[in-house]
């Protein structure tokens, strides 16, 4: 298992995963993404390979194939924080059958080397609450609980 930057020639697999996290997501929260999100919005992920200064975009690859990946961004703290920067991963998938093994892991050793090198002074994401994996990986890579979000259907 190999985790790299990943390149322009990625982009249509990378963008084949996200739609696979909408539905994946949709399938297992029933929540209210617009799944036609992805193949709306190829410049987002065009955006995240070549903007390297701003997008941290990796795949993990297994003999060749790639079989997960995260893209994440810097940005600035919010002005009532006393920090300046944070890195935040915005979306992330491995194809089921890679899953538990050592890719999550070195995909989130990664972003925190990542981080690091940009002089960020501290990592955020978010996800939705049932979701137990994505929460144990973090939590187990040394995140902390931070805040709770609340939403009201209407
Ligand atoms: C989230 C995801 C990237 C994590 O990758 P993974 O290979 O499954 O990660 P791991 O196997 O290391 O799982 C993380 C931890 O959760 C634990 N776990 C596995 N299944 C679990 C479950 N159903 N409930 C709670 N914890 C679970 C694992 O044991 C592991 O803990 P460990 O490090 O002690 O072994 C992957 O599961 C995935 O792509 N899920 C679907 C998409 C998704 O949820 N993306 C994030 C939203 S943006």
Do not use: C
């Amino acid at each position: 298992m190999q985790v790299r930057q990943a390149t322009i020639e990625d982009l249509k697999k990378v963008q084949e995963l996200n739609q696979m996290l909408f539905d994946w997501e949709v399938k297992a929260f029933n929540v209210p993404w617009n799944r036609n999100w992805p193949q709306e919005n190829e410049q987002y992920f065009r955006t995240a390979i070549t903007d390297t200064k701003k997008y941290l975009a990796l795949v993990a690859e297994q003999n060749g194939k790639i079989v997960g990946y995260v893209i994440s961004v810097i940005r600035d703290a919010p002005s009532y924080r006393t920090e300046k920067l944070f890195v935040e991963p915005e979306n992330m998938f491995i194809l089921p059958e890679f899953r538990g093994g050592i890719a999550a892991y070195r995909l989130v050793e990664k972003i925190k080397e990542w981080a690091l090198s940009k002089n960020a002074d501290y990592l955020k994401f978010s996800t939705q609450s049932a979701n137990e994996r994505m929460l144990s990986l973090f939590r187990k890579r040394g995140f902390k609980d931070h805040q709770v979000v609340l939403e009201m259907k209407l």
